[in-house]
């Protein structure tokens, strides 16, 4: 294969990626973050949930879940931590945690292991109620 057909073959295979991340998806999905070990005691004061959000500022549903986080962290911090990462900027955050689609979020329990994942867009009230089922309730209440 000649210098000009691998560049070729490389720009397809990136725009390629580039449209599966841009894909801003709705459908859910479950199953292991891959490369999370989840081993390990958590340190004291850890939070019981760790919200992952796996987007980027230029996606329009991406852009929607910010009040959510926002939100989610008034309301339950220190229990919950929302974490966001650009895929665009921390490729390799999407490549940990096997991003198809954006945005993607993905729960993580007290041990660092995934208990829920989500692809799309997903509303606080969906989030305050897979809280609810892990026990945990709103800062204050």
């Known amino acids: 294969m000649s210098a000009s057909a691998r560049s070729v073959a490389l720009v397809i295979a990136l725009a390629g990626l580039a ?3 841009a894909a801003c998806g709705g459908e ?4 292991p973050t891959p490369g999370a070990s989840g081993a390990g005691t958590p340190p004291a004061g850890a939070p019981l949930v760790t919200f992952v959000e796996l987007g980027s500022d230029n996606c329009i549903p991406c852009r929607e879940m910010r009040p959510v986080m926002d939100a989610i962290t008034r309301s339950y911090a220190p229990d919950v931590l ?3 990462y650009d895929v665009y900027e921390q490729g390799d955050m999407a490549e940990k945690y096997g991003v198809r689609v954006i945005p993607t979020q993905v729960f993580l329990d007290e041990s660092g292991r995934e208990f829920y994942r989500h692809e799309g867009f997903l509303p606080r ?3 305050e109620e897979l809280l609810a089922e892990r026990g945990i309730t709103k800062a204050g209440t």
């Open 19 to 21: 449209l599966v991340l």
């Open 28 to 31: 859910q999905a479950a199953g």
């Open 82 to 84: 929302v974490v966001f």
């Open 125 to 127: 009230e969906a989030i």
